[in-house]
Nanobody, 135 residues
Framework: QAQLVESGGGSVQSGGSLTLSCAASGSIGGTFCMAWFRQALGKEREGVASIDTYAATSYADSVKDRFTISIDAAKNTLYLHMNSLKPEDTAMYYC?????????????????????????????WGQGTQVTVSP
C-alpha cells in the first residue's frame, strides 16, 4: 500500500514559480505511473502531468512549456516544477500513483505528449497541497 504526501504549495504572484513535492512511502511495485492532478473550486479534477517507469512524461495542454514533472527515485519523491504561473493555475494539487508500467498519453505533435489519464486510473492519492496565484 503506497502513501503519498504532497508539500510545497503556497501563494505566488502571476508569473512566479513554485515546486511541488510528493513523498512516496510503502510500495506500488517495481513499475509505476505517477501523476499530478489539480482541482479548482467548483471544477472537476483534471490531470496535469505524468511520468512513468521509463521516464516518459506527458502534460495537459494548459501547462505545456510551463510545468515540468520529474522524479527522484533514490528519494522516492515526485516533483512538479511550475513556472510562469497564472491565476487560472490556482487549485488544490494532488499527487497520484498507479502500478504502471506506463501512463496513458498520446503524441500531439511538436515533441509534445498529452496526458490522457483520469482519476479512475489511479488507486493511490495524496491529501493535496493548495496553490494560489494572484494577478
Amino acid at each position: 500500500q503506497a502513501q503519498l504526501v504532497e508539500s510545497g504549495g503556497g501563494s505566488v504572484q502571476s508569473g512566479g514559480s513554485l515546486t511541488l513535492s510528493c513523498a512516496a512511502s510503502g510500495s506500488i511495485g517495481g513499475t509505476f505511473c505517477m501523476a499530478w492532478f489539480r482541482q479548482a473550486l467548483g471544477k472537476e479534477r483534471e490531470g496535469v502531468a505524468s511520468i512513468d517507469t521509463y521516464a516518459a512524461t506527458s502534460y495537459a495542454d494548459s501547462v505545456k512549456d510551463r510545468f515540468t514533472i520529474s522524479i527522484d527515485a533514490a528519494k522516492n519523491t515526485l516533483y512538479l516544477h511550475m513556472n510562469s504561473l497564472k491565476p487560472e493555475d490556482t487549485a488544490m494539487y494532488y499527487c497520484a500513483a498507479d502500478r504502471g508500467p506506463s501512463c496513458s498519453r498520446a503524441y500531439a505533435g511538436d515533441n509534445f505528449y498529452r496526458f490522457l489519464g483520469s482519476e479512475a486510473d489511479f488507486p493511490y492519492w495524496g491529501q493535496g497541497t493548495q496553490v494560489t496565484v494572484s494577478p
